[in-house]
Nanobody
Framework: QVQLVESGGGSVQAGDSLRLSCVAS????????MGWFRQAPGKERAFVAA????????QYADSVKGRFTISRDNAKKTVYLQMNSLKAEDTAVYYC?????????????????WGQGTQVTVSS
């Protein structure tokens, strides 16, 4: 089992930055690919970014390319999402997830473990 806890969310102005963290406990996540998803009010949960187990590759949703960066520190069992140039449309609950297949996945059903989410609110 893997337990995931997100933090770092908050309320910011458009153009600001935030860094989300996702700390894992239980089984090591060193062999898991990791992803970030978000769910805006009234919308379905959507893919944001993913990273392979060894940080060899990353993938981003088109809406966040060039603004968000996913990274990980396996020694700290932590995955990060650096969010720059935030926009009002980035407002959502952000979730991290772990995928045992190790590769890059954007589909929710590929992920085995999920955190509870952290709220990000961007005011324009």
């Amino acid at each position: 089992q893997v337990q995931l806890v997100e933090s770092g969310g908050g309320s910011v102005q458009a153009g600001d930055s935030l860094r989300l963290s996702c700390v894992a406990s239980g089984r090591t996540i060193s062999w898991y690919a990791m992803g970030w998803f978000r769910q805006a009010p009234g919308k379905e949960r959507a893919f944001v970014a993913a990273i392979t187990y060894n940080s060899g590759a990353t993938q981003y949703a088109d809406s966040v390319k060039g603004r968000f960066t996913i990274s990980r520190d396996n020694a700290k069992k932590t995955v990060y999402l650096q969010m720059n140039s935030l926009k009002a449309e980035d407002t959502a609950v952000y979730y991290c997830a772990a995928d045992a297949t190790r590769g890059l996945e954007s589909a929710m059903n590929k992920y085995d473990y999920w955190g509870q989410g952290t709220q990000v609110t961007v005011s324009s």
